[in-house]
T-cell receptor, first 115, second 114 residues
Framework: KAGVTQTPRYLIKTRGQQVTLSCSPI?????VSWYQQTPGQGLQFLFE???????NKGNFPGRFSGRQFSNSRSEMNVSTLELGDSALYLC??????????????FGPGTRLTVT | AQSVTQLDSQVPVFEEAPVELRCNYS??????LFWYVQYPNQGLQLLLK??????LVKGINGFEAEFNKSQTSFHLRKPSVHISDTAEYFC????????????FGKGTRLSVIA
């Protein structure tokens, strides 16, 4: 099976701009979770989508949003970028149709740099 | 809610020496526990998981971990490390019921010295 793919891998944006990141989960996985990874804060949970519905949400401002399509592919959007949004954004997919099937498989991440 | 504390931010160890990376968790309900590894410029890879059953869990690359419910710990061990084990290691926890998200520790940087 192909793994989780994320596009683009690297991105440079300017403060105030918006950005959209994409994640394609492993075939058959219906859950996609997004994380922000920074040296200071570590891995922070952004949100999880399951069958096109947001199932969980982390403690991030409304500038961070996401969605999931019927083919389970997911996008996250960050509007009005700030310097502090510079981070590695990781996507993970899982079956997640029962608590025991929650094992997450991670993509390589998108490195976002805001200047 | 669950939380994870990785007690060491950095662990240097000589090649072929044993290593233990410590992880403690907090939860008011029963949990599932995971260890992930992240190599430079890559995503996270699952090393091992504890769902139920035997408290000693064996994973990939010769790693193992022991679930200790009374001490709320899930320490990761390897009897003999290699240079290639140099990476960031993350402990994670989630409740074993419901749909709560995975909660990660801050990570432990393992540096293997030749």
């Amino acid at each position: 099976k192909a793994g989780v793919t994320q596009t683009p891998r690297y991105l440079i944006k300017t403060r105030g701009q918006q950005v959209t990141l994409s994640c394609s989960p492993i075939s058959g996985h219906r859950s996609v979770s997004w994380y922000q990874q920074t040296p200071g804060q570590g891995l922070q949970f952004l949100f999880e989508y399951f069958s096109e519905t947001q199932r969980n949400k982390g403690n991030f401002p409304g500038r961070f949003s996401g969605r999931q399509f019927s083919n389970s592919r997911s996008e996250m959007n960050v509007s009005t970028l700030e310097l502090g949004d510079s981070a590695l954004y990781l996507c993970a997919s899982s079956l997640a149709d029962s608590p025991r099937s929650y094992e997450q498989y991670f993509g390589p991440g998108t490195r976002l740099t805001v200047t | 809610a669950q939380s994870v504390t990785q007690l060491d931010s950095q662990v240097p160890v000589f090649e072929e020496a044993p290593v233990e990376l410590r992880c403690n968790y907090s939860s008011s309900v029963s949990v599932y526990l995971f260890w992930y590894v992240q190599y430079p410029n890559q995503g996270l890879q699952l090393l091992l998981k504890y769902l139920s059953g035997s408290t000693l869990v064996k994973g990939i690359n010769g790693f193992e971990a022991e679930f200790n419910k009374s001490q709320t710990s899930f320490h990761l061990r390897k009897p003999s490390v290699h240079i290639s084990d140099t990476a960031e290691y993350f402990c994670a926890v989630r409740a074993n019921s419901g749909n709560t998200p995975l909660v990660f520790g801050k990570g432990t940087r393992l540096s293997v010295i030749a």
